[in-house]
């Protein structure tokens, strides 16, 4: 059965902190993705992957950053937390079937 | 970029069909259109996937007409577990469109006994 997982759940962080937020996935995939989930809003991309160590910016990568540095793991890094990014963060993979994305339960993340 | 439009809630009743359209009206020549599921405190869950006219599969047909400036999901008979908000994505990740990958606001469809 293919899984993605995320390190965390639920994660509570200080303004002007540095978060991480890893993801793993176990089928092989070649693509992975970072998405932000706000009520009302969808789902938003914040940084793609197509291949270890390359990323790609999504619709909104600002006060974002990532790091693909094995195929099965994929971080997404807030250099320093702000209460805007109060958010459900999701993962996914993929292989080439174009737009079948695998997604990880979550992080849901709360900036104070 | 494709904008996906969808209705922001539907009611209906077990055993009922229920249809949900998804407008993108810019949606480009490799875009494929595909539909996803997501309960509460859970990741979207991929249901089907169409380029044109029809598709179905074991849960679910996807109607996308001849311009593919919309495409309508349709669930047979509902059940209450069916309850969930129900996404369209438009794009392509083929042709490098990986940041053009549009979710829909998502439809919230609530099944009622």
């Known amino acids: 059965d293919v899984k993605v997982t995320q390190s965390s759940r639920y994660l509570v962080k200080r303004t002007g902190e540095k978060v991480f937020l890893e993801c793993v996935q176990d089928m092989d995939h070649e693509n992975m993705f970072w998405y932000r989930q706000d009520p009302g809003l969808g789902l938003r991309l914040i940084y793609f992957s197509y291949d270890v160590k390359m990323k790609e910016k999504g619709d909104i990568p600002e006060g974002y950053s990532v790091s693909r540095e094995k195929k099965e793991r994929f971080s997404l890094i807030l250099e320093s937390a702000s209460t805007n990014q109060t958010s459900m963060y999701l993962c996914?993979?993929?292989?080439?079937?174009?737009?079948?994305?695998?997604f990880g339960p979550g992080t849901r993340l709360t900036v104070l | 970029l494709a904008k996906t439009t969808q209705p922001i809630s539907m009611d209906s009743y077990e055993g009922q069909e229920v249809n949900i359209t998804c407008s993108h009206n810019?949606?480009?020549?490799?875009?494929?259109i595909t539909w996803y599921q997501q309960f509460p405190s859970q990741g979207p869950r991929f249901i089907i996937q169409?380029?044109?006219t029809k598709v179905t599969n074991e849960v679910a047909s996807l109607f996308i007409p001849a311009d593919r400036k919309s495409s309508t999901l349709s669930l047979p008979r509902v059940s209450l577990s069916d309850t969930a908000v129900y996404y369209c994505?438009?794009?392509?990740?083929?042709?490098?469109?990986?940041?053009?990958?549009?979710f829909g606001a998502g439809t919230r469809l609530a099944v009622h006994p």
């Open positions: 994505l438009v794009g392509d990740l083929f042709s490098g469109g990986y940041n053009k990958l549009i």
């Open positions: 996914a993979s993929s292989s080439q079937s174009p737009n079948e994305q695998f």
């Open positions: 169409g380029y044109k």
């Open positions: 810019n949606i480009a020549t490799n875009d494929y």
